[in-house]
Nanobody
């Protein structure tokens, strides 16, 4: 059974940083590209960042480019998202899933809430 457990969110002031983690199970993480998504209230879920199986290639939404960094540790079955220079517009629930341009699995974790506010 595929499972994702996201963590690391919280309340942070504009300009602050957070590091999100995603613990994946039920599949061989090293065989899949992985990605982070986010969904703000009233908006559709959007792809934020993606990383290939070995981490050689990454891709970012224009809105987070140069501020967010996606990384993975295949030995720990864990995906990370380092977020810097956070803006109120980054406030959302963040999710992870397998895939490069879209989610590979139908199942989703509970997500982790990121709130950027002064």
């Amino acid at each position: 059974q595929v499972q994702f457990v996201e963590s690391g969110g919280g309340l942070v002031q504009p300009g602050g940083s957070l590091r999100l983690s995603c613990a994946a199970s039920g599949f061989t993480l090293s065989s899949y590209s992985m990605s982070w998504y986010r969904q703000a209230p009233g908006k559709e879920r959007e792809l934020v960042a993606a990383i290939t199986t070995t981490g050689v290639r990454t891709n970012y939404a224009d809105s987070v480019k140069d501020r967010f960094t996606i990384a993975r540790d295949n030995a720990k079955n864990t995906l990370y998202l380092q977020m810097r220079s956070l803006e109120p517009e980054d406030s959302a629930v963040y999710y992870c899933n397998a895939g490069w341009r879209g989610p590979y699995f139908d199942s989703w974790g509970q997500g982790t809430q990121v709130t950027v506010s002064s």
